[in-house]
């Protein structure tokens, strides 16, 4: 199974700052078709999770630009500018690649 | 809008079963793959299976392989999740999805415990 390792386990910040989030996998999430399927969830608290980006850096519709999504192979970053209060809760990184997908553990962001 | 409504989730007892299901609108339901993911309490995200669109392939963890299974009636635009011999590791809000994860439900909480 592909191991995803997500640091930092939690993040404490102020409204206004930028912050950044890595999710390393143990191998390639290269798929046969090339693209490569690596999502950024985030679940709220007290909510459903929502899948933010996908394929590394798409941003899913009404995301705001302020996220973005990076990486390649096995080493990926989320980077939210200028943090606002509705971007609080847990980010989850999501391989879709290879059977079984798995989850990174989470990072749990918060205020300062 | 889509909308994915899970029911089902209950208190059962170690060993006994259960069935999720999950009733999909706002979207074509037999154009998509769509997936049980679930998240034991204060836990993280699993992955419990998926189907394709067609309802001929399934895919499972090991953890859950052989005591689960999941369906889909197009027809009804429904997705089901059969859980035999449940264990006390299954206690979890159960979600569903659609494709790649970008439309959840709300959950569903199963609890396993005499």
């Known amino acids: 199974d592909v191991v995803m390792t997500q640091t930092p386990p939690s993040l404490s910040v102020a409204i206004g700052q930028s912050v950044s989030i890595s999710c390393k996998s143990s191998?390639?999430?290269?798929?046969?078709?090339?693209?490569?399927?690596l999502n950024w969830l985030l679940q709220s608290p007290g909510r459903s999770p929502k899948r933010l980006i996908y394929?590394?850096?798409k941003l899913d519709s009404g995301v705001p630009d302020r996220f973005s999504g990076s990486g390649s192979e096995k080493d990926f970053t989320l980077k939210i500018s200028r943090v606002e209060a509705e971007d609080l809760g847990v980010y989850y990184c999501?391989?879709?690649?290879?059977?079984?997908?798995?989850f990174g553990a989470g990072t749990k962001l918060e205020l300062k | 809008e889509v909308q994915l409504v899970e029911s089902g989730g209950g208190l059962v007892q170690p060993g006994r079963s259960l069935k999720l299901s999950c009733v999909a609108s706002g979207f074509t339901f037999n154009n998509y793959w769509m997936t049980w993911i679930r998240q034991a309490p204060g836990k993280g995200l699993e992955w419990v299976a998926s189907i394709t669109n067609t309802g001929g392939s399934t895919y499972y963890p090991d953890s859950v392989k052989g005591r689960f299974t999941i369906s889909r009636d197009n027809a009804k635009s429904t997705l089901h999740l059969q859980m035999n011999s449940l264990r006390s590791e299954d206690t979890a809000t159960y979600y569903c999805?659609?494709?790649?994860?970008?439309?959840w439900g709300q959950g569903t909480l199963v609890t396993v415990s005499s």
């Open positions: 999501l391989q879709g690649t290879h059977l079984p997908y798995t």
């Open positions: 191998q390639s999430l290269v798929a046969s078709d090339k693209n490569t399927y």
């Open positions: 394929q590394v850096s």
């Open positions: 999805t659609r494709g790649r994860f970008v439309y």
